[in-house]
DNA sequence: TGACGGCGTCTGGTATATCAAATACTTTAT
DNA sequence: ATAAAGTATTTGATATACCAGACGCCGTCA
C-alpha cells in the first residue's frame, strides 16, 4: 500500500483522496460490453436469433472465457440470453406476450412513480422535468423521430427519479433496453408521437398539482396505450 | 447415445418418453441450495453479515468453485449477496428504505395484477381463490401465526397468478423472499393479521364483482400498509 | 511499551486444462 | 446411390492452477 510518509512525529496529512474504484473487474467490463452491444443490435430485424460465441468473445475482448461466462450468466437472468447446454447460447427475441407482459410491468412500477412522485418530489425537481418539456417541445421539430424518441426515454427515466426508488428504477432500465426496440418500430405508425406529446404535458400537469390519483392513472393509461397498440398492431413479433 | 435397437425394417418403436431434463447443471443445483439456504437463514436475528466462503462451500457441495461463483453471481445480481474482491462474499441485509422500497415495488407489480386480473381471469379462478380463502380462515384459528404466514403469501401469489403475467410473477416471488422476513416480525404486532384478513376478504369481494379500480386501489393500500407500518415501526432495521 | 513492517495465509479474480455431448463430416456396406 | 455407422471437431460445463490484494501474527526497533 502506497502510503504517504508523514515527517516524523507530526500528524498524517490527511489528503483529500477517494477511495480507488477497484470494481472494474472484466466480468463486469464484459458485462457491460455485452449489453450494450446486445442492446445496439436491432435483434428483431434479424430472421433468427442470433448465436454467441464464447472463446470469439474471449479472443475479441482479450480476456478469458471465466469472466465472459460470468457476464453471460447475468445477461442471462436478465433475460437477454438463453443458453442451451452443449447447443450454445443465444439472443433470445421476446414474443408479442412477453413483451406485452413487459410494458403491462412498466405500467405498474412508473405509475407507482408517479403517485409517490406527487408525494416525494420536491418542487424544483418537477419544475425541471417541466424545463426539459417545454424545450423539447419547442426545439425539435416533430418529425425528428429519433431525438424524440430519445427525450422520451429521458421523460420516462425522470418520472422513476421523482419518486425517489432506487429499485424502480434499476427494474425500469432494464424493462427499458427490451422495450425500446418495439418502441422505435412502432412510434413513426399513426399519430402517436403527437399522443405521446399531450399525454406527457398533461401528466407534468397533474404532478404539479400534487394530484396523485390522477398522475397515476394518467402514466398507467398512457403506458398500457402502447400494450394495447402492440397486441393490436404487432403481429410481425413471434 | 443409448438408441433402441429396432428390428430390422421396422420402423423404430416411438416409446414415449419425456425427454430427459438435463438442465440440472450443478450451477442450478448450487443456486437452489444456496437460495433455499440464504431464505432459511433469518439474516436480520444475527448482528452481523454473514461470510460465505467460495472453497467451503466447494467442499460442502462436493463441486468444484466455478458453478457455485456462477450461482454466487446469480444470487448477488438478486441482491442477496454481495462480493466485496479479496474480501468475501456476504449475505446482505437491506436497509430499511430498500426494504420499504421493495414493498412500494411489491403494491406497484400486484396493484397491476388484480387490475389485469378483474379483466383476465376466469369465473373459476376467482372462486378458487375465494373457497381457499374461506377453508383458512374457518380452518385455522387465529392464533396460529405460521400458517397464516404462509397462506396469507400463496394468496398474494395466487392474485398473480390470476393476472396471467409471468413476468411479474417472477419479479414479485424474489420480493418475496426479501420481505417474507420481515413480515414475519411484523405480522404478530399489533392487530395486522386481523385487519389483514380483512382486507383479503374485500379484495376477493371486488375480484368477484371485476371491479378493476376498486381491486387496484384495495391491493395497493394493503402493500402500501405495510410500508407505512414498517417506515414507522422497523427501527430496529439499519 | 508501542508502533511499524516483514511475512505467511486466506480470499476472490482470472486463466487454462479437461470432459462429455452435439454436430458436421467421412467412410463404408448394401 | 444411399443410408447407417464411425470419426473429427466444436461447444458449453466443470475442475484446477495461479495471481494479487487484504489481513493478521509477531518480531524488531525506537
Known sequence: MA???AGAGTAAMPLALRPLSANVSFRDQAYAALKQAITEADIYSHPHELRLDERQLSRSLGVSRTPIREAMTLLEQEGFLRTVPRRGIFIVRKTKRQIIEMIE?????ESMAARLATVNASDEDI???????????????????DEYSEANIA??????RLSGSHLMGKTIDNLFIHVR???RLTISQSDRAARSIVDHMRIIEALERRDTELAERLVREHSLDLAAFVDKNCDFLD
Open 155 to 160: 421523460f420516462h427515466q425522470a418520472i422513476i
Open 127 to 145: 419544475a425541471a422535468l417541466r424545463t426539459m418539456f417545454d424545450e423539447f417541445r419547442t426545439s425539435t421539430p416533430a418529425e425528428h423521430i
Open 3 to 5: 502510503t504517504i510518509p
Open 105 to 109: 410491468m412498466w405500467a405498474a412500477l
Open 181 to 183: 426496440a418495439i418502441r
